[in-house]
């Protein structure tokens, strides 16, 4: 007798939990195993609605590559990194134009244009330069030029 009063006992106690995990407010064991059920499907439907959000995410990282961009403050010039996932044609001269816009002098560069689009630089201030640049606005500029590179060349 005491086997049977403590299965009853943990299956009450399982059927409470049961119930209280999924926030049901039925009494019977039917009606708990029902809404569990519910409860269940619901959730189903929420992870696959957040992985169909996960996969749309992924395809706008995807299709929206950033490129990434640093500049350091040298002591009469700038050294800049430039990577992106997808090199486009003309990147690196719509770069290097943004050098020249400002005055820049090259002093050593190395470039890769493969798949990937990889550019590391020297470049200091001309000796006729009045105002002093800001690596900020520089960092602004190159990327300003890797998206007009970029759209211009999704647009044809």
Known sequence: MVPREHKRTVLHEKLQLLRSV???????KTSIILD?????????????????EIECE?????????????????????LINVYSQKSFPGLL?????????????????????????RLELEAVEGENQIESINAQVVKQA???????????????
């Open 58 to 78: 992924r395809n706008m990282i995807a299709e929206t590559i950033l490129p990434m961009v640093s500049v350091e403050t040298l002591e009469k010039g700038f």
């Open 22 to 28: 999924t926030n049901s407010h039925a009494v019977n």
């Open 93 to 117: 001269v719509s770069i290097l134009e943004v050098f020249e816009e400002f005055g820049l002098t090259v002093l050593e560069a190395r470039a890769s244009c493969t798949d990937t689009f």
């Open 142 to 156: 190159v990327l300003q030029a890797i998206k007009n590179c970029t759209n211009s060349t999704n647009q044809e």
């Open 36 to 52: 569990a059920s519910k409860y269940i499907e619901e959730l189903k439907q929420k992870v696959e609605r957040l992985n169909e």
